[in-house]
């Protein structure tokens, strides 16, 4: 057990008795996140205040005992689950809004505030916060700030990183230390900021967020368009960009989507559809964003079989639900579901996608691409029934190497986490991966952390 | 002397004759930037590949000798002045733009090159880099880069920053590392991109980049909007943010400045006007951007004295010639500018301005403020016709104190060099500094890479 009596009884004798857990139900809960991988924590603390988190930091810091901070447990690396048991420290507690500072356009938050409760909030003061990734509803910023995750608006809008103004963490040493500033812009020191944001909750617990904000975008409009292979749609998504569009969102969905999203429900496509393109456009002026979507549209008329533009909200609605059907159709196919979010220059995706095709061919797994291809970020599954199938494995190796050689990155948007850290020497070289762990040394020193994570243990 | 006899042995020895340079009139060329404060180097190192920064840096890390690494000299803090003597270790003959890569919108250079002449190049392919410092004709990329330099566009188009994909960099010891990726997104490891940027040369020597680029944009139309006073026009350029809008510029100048323009230049403005705002927005469709700047206009309109709306080029030459005199034009006044680049949250701007100005009565020093309102960025200026006046140092420290209890930041683009190092500790607290430094000892464990700056010394 990797909770000793002495760290036990420092927190027991700390905490009241509602704000930890040591039985066995309750534990459960919390040794797992959406990587399906699970590890047993010996105790869970549910903080809410700044000064509990530093407390349990100390304790942590000072017995020795491993801290694996949590948000809502949604990640896709395994960055929460509790590796060599200890405490699970969770700021579900701690998710309230602050404040909303209308004139400074920004919120500050609860680290444990679900992001789209967050969303919903700032929306009712006409205020968005882009930053949307699909497990919003369960994500909490926290999580979602120490993995840097993505999400369908990132092209026009930029990662959550863009949207950062200052931070609150707790150090492992039990230290409050604030990151960033109010101020829109700031050039003050080292950009600790960045460093903590797509951490993986490595270097120290962020509690509190202040984040920048615009005005809503009460126009959406979107359009599907099918084609009649992949190659031509990732030319028209390039001819997009290359016109001068960054549109909200800018999705391709392969065949083999289709093929499964087919099974899951009724699908009436054009003749011959292999591939198509999702593309969102918003902004204030409703004229404009109409105007804007059929110009992009435009684009792409020619080589497109047809275009299904949507004319209603439902229209739209029923464009996404199709993105978004995907994942969960997949299950169709396979028991297992292998999801990469491999990152490649846009110049590069049409090797990606056919090298991931191969790969799968080769070790003989089903393969479902689809992605955010404005941003040459591809979700590549291979599909499995057998848990933590060998084949799967081989597969992300030569996926991992094959990216790599094409100038991209492991990973887009979900971090390195567990999943991924086989892999960390693809991309970076020993000395950059020992500056990396030095520089973690300096935020923790007795390595409580998070540990087992990002880097591979030796 | 800070060079030891046998540093500058080792360095003779390894580089060609006509890569340095011992003479004291080369060295004074090397010995100030443009706070024109002013330190001798011993030598002068025109480094012209990776291999030679890597060289001077293994002989200075094994010599204890500083070496201070050097863009164009534009810098505005003292970034780039060998405080201590030893090296000036210039990138200017690493000037080369090495890809331009259409499909991936990136562009890969070497770190000396001029920020304009990268900005022509890429613009000649149709493709645009935002980031355009005032400094641009004579700042480096890599000085851009280290000091995290804003300009005019932050508002519309971000920070530096969000448009680095990738930075090849020298460490102290030698070893050269890559962060980030070709790729548009990558969260493979810690943000190590980030925390180069804005380090001011302190952690290692960023000796080539790859920025992510747009589509040039080839419509600009601007407009100049005067008011009665300082407080309606700041109004009216939160209603314009309020809208939805965030033009490429929205900046403002107050009416010391238009005293200054006057005893520079003729200047026919609206009868009892107080200060102005100056809005430009761009875009890919001509007709599209005039409708934004009508509409931005119409926001303020009824407020406002009277709007210039450029209609031809040169009107809109004029209109930001406007802008671009003030500064010179601050030298009628007084022989010295004391230019501060504070930071505030939005919603504190009048409050920060009017500080400013009750400060200088105070101290009895003209003031003079304009600067980048929508980003919260206020250029105040000190002047005096008295060398390293005490006035000017008061009136400084006080501005700091005032900035911080408002919530903003030291700096918002110019960094913290030597001039504001000593202000350092009314914004991060004690802890933060002692991490900040702990930090840059991991990569500079010797302390020979730019000492002097950011940290004071104790």
């Keep these: 057990m990797a909770l000793s009596n002495e760290a036990k009884k420092r927190l027991s004798a700390g905490l009241d008795a509602g704000d930890f857990a040591l039985d066995k139900d309750t534990r459960l809960c919390y040794a797992y996140d959406a990587t399906r991988r699970e590890a047993m924590p010996d105790i869970v603390v549910f903080a809410s205040s700044i000064e509990q988190v530093a407390f349990v930091m100390k304790v942590a810091n000072e017995t020795g005992t491993p801290v694996y901070p949590r948000g809502g447990g949604s990640g896709l690396t395994g960055g929460s689950i ?4 200890g405490i699970v420290l969770t700021l579900e507690r701690m998710n309230q809004i602050l404040q909303i ?13 679900k992001l789209e409760t967050l969303r919903d909030e700032v929306k009712k003061r006409g205020l968005f916060f882009p930053p949307d990734p699909s497990s919003g509803k369960i994500a909490a910023l926290g999580g979602v700030l120490a993995e840097c995750a993505g999400g369908l608006n990132v092209l026009k809008y930029g990662p959550i990183s863009n949207y950062v103004l200052r931070l609150k963490a707790v150090l492992p040493s039990g230290e409050v230390i604030t990151v960033g500033s109010h101020a829109p812009k700031s050039v003050t020191g ?3 900021k960045h460093l903590l944001i797509g951490s993986e909750g ?6 509190e967020a202040t984040l920048s904000l615009l005005v809503y975008p009460q126009y ?5 368009a099918f084609f009649s292979s992949l190659q031509v749609a990732l030319e028209g998504a390039n001819r997009i960009l290359r016109a001068g569009f960054r549109p909200r969102s800018l999705e391709f969905i392969d065949s083999h989507s289709f093929e499964c999203i087919r099974s899951y429900k009724p699908l009436s496509l054009p003749e011959g559809t292999e591939a198509a393109l999702l593309v969102e456009e918003d902004g204030h002026d409703e004229e404009e964003v109409s105007r804007q979507v059929h110009q992009i549209a435009s684009v792409v008329h020619q080589e497109s079989l047809e275009i299904h533009l949507a004319r209603t909200p439902e229209e739209r609605e029923q464009i996404w639900s199709l993105r978004k059907s995907i994942s969960p159709a997949l299950y169709s196919l396979a028991k297992y579901k292998i999801n990469e979010d491999i990152c490649v220059p ?13 790969i799968g061919e080769e070790v003989g797994l089903r393969t479902v691409i689809f992605g955010h291809t404005g941003d040459g970020n591809l979700h590549v599954n291979f599909m499995t029934d057998v848990d933590q199938d060998p084949k799967a494995e081989e597969a992300v190796q030569k996926l991992m190497k094959m990216v790599v050689s094409l100038g991209g990155t492991l990973s887009g948007e979900h971090g390195i986490g567990i999943t991924k850290s086989p892999y960390l020497g693809y991309e970076l070289s020993p000395a950059e991966i020992e500056l990396q762990k030095n520089l973690k040394a300096v935020f923790d020193p007795n390595g409580v952390l998070n540990p087992g994570k990002i880097f591979k243990e030796t």
């Design 190 to 192: 080292y950009d600790l």
């Design 101 to 113: 500072d209308e004139n400074n356009f920004s919120v500050t938050a609860q680290a444990g505030i």
């Design 202 to 207: 490595t270097l120290a617990v962020i509690v």
């Design 346 to 358: 846009r110049g590069r995706i049409v090797e990606a996608i056919s090298g991931a095709y191969d």
């Design 82 to 85: 509790p590796l060599k048991g």
């Design 220 to 224: 959406q409009q979107s359009f599907c």
